[in-house]
């Protein structure tokens, strides 16, 4: 089966959309204390922490354990 034109243009166009510094959930989960630290001092993200925050954006997996650890660290923060 052969791909028509519009489907060719909407492949290429997703591959290039893909940034190349972009994190796996594995190298998110790595980084997601150093970025609610951040988070939690309300202090301005990184350069180099904003691959952390695009991926929290686009996966919901990660964000939610990114909301499970900023709960756990505002209780204590709040004992």
């Known amino acids: 089966m052969a ?6 243009d ?10 190349s510094d972009e994190l796996d959930c594995d190298g998110c989960f790595g980084r997601i204390a150093e970025f609610a630290e951040y988070h939690l ?6 350069e180099a922490m904003k691959v952390v925050q695009r991926h929290l954006e686009q996966c919901l997996c990660c964000k939610d354990e990114f909301n499970a650890l900023m709960k756990g660290l505002e209780a204590i923060d709040s004992d």
């Open 3 to 8: 791909l028509s034109n519009d489907q060719i």
């Open 41 to 46: 001092a309300s202090k301005e993200i990184p």
């Open 10 to 19: 909407s492949l290429i166009g997703m591959v290039t959309s893909v940034a």
